[in-house]
T-cell receptor, first 114, second 112 residues
């Protein structure tokens, strides 16, 4: 089954404790992206990647890092999480090397930073 | 960058009635306008999209219209059903970049 898989789905952590949210897709997609969803703000792009070893900042990259060492994986790293990073995170991928094609989203990772 | 505004933020309709959600965008060079549906506890899913070379696109009960002069596009759902209840997002790309900017979402409730 074609899918985007995120882990963990739920996480409660404390300020400053490094964490990684993994994202993997099995569709051989070139484009991958991370979004955060907050009430009243919709979906905001954090980082995206057009191919292996190619990443770029989105709208709200501060406090996050990403890497794209393999085509299928695009982990989101929070080196020193803070309470304002409490949010619902979505990973997405697309066949096209641009955003003008269908994005396939994972089921989301709800992160709480205390 | 692109700025996408979406209205209304909430919408309640009776089953069988129509629902309309509107979005405006700022980048006149934007050429692709998707609509995503997010059901409770799930990620958004594309339901329809339109490119700037057409003014309207239909898919069964769903249609999207685009007015490039006014820089707005709308989602129309006819004969609404309870399973249409969800949050809907419009989006538009930033020209020259690979950012997709989403609206703030509309929570649609279809009352049986």
């Amino acid at each position: 089954e074609a899918q985007v898989t995120q882990n963990p789905r739920y996480l409660i952590t404390v300020t400053g404790k490094k964490l990684t949210v993994t994202c993997s897709q099995n569709m051989n997609h070139e484009y991958m992206s991370w979004y955060r969803q907050d009430p009243g703000l919709g979906l905001r792009q954090i980082y995206y990647s057009m191919n292996v070893e190619v990443t770029d900042k989105g709208d709200v990259p501060e406090g996050y890092k990403v890497s794209r060492k393999e085509k299928r994986n695009f982990p989101l790293i929070l080196e020193s999480p803070s309470p304002n990073q409490t949010s619902l995170y979505f990973c997405a991928s697309s066949f096209l090397t641009s955003v003008t094609g269908e994005l396939f989203f994972g089921e989301g990772s709800r992160l709480t930073v205390l | 960058g692109e700025n996408v505004e979406q209205h209304p933020s909430t919408l309640s309709v009776q089953e069988g009635d129509s629902a309309v959600i509107k979005c405006t965008y700022s980048d006149s060079a934007s050429n692709y306008f998707p609509w995503y549906k997010q059901e409770l506890g799930k990620g958004p899913q594309l339901i329809i999209d339109i490119r700037s070379n057409v003014g309207e696109k239909k898919d069964q009960r769903i249609a999207v219209t685009l007015n490039k002069t006014a820089k707005h596009f709308s989602l129309h759902i006819t004969e609404t059903q309870p399973e249409d209840s969800a949050v809907y997002f419009c989006a538009a790309p930033q020209t020259g970049a690979n950012n997709l900017f989403f609206g703030t979402g509309t929570r649609l409730t279809v009352i049986p």
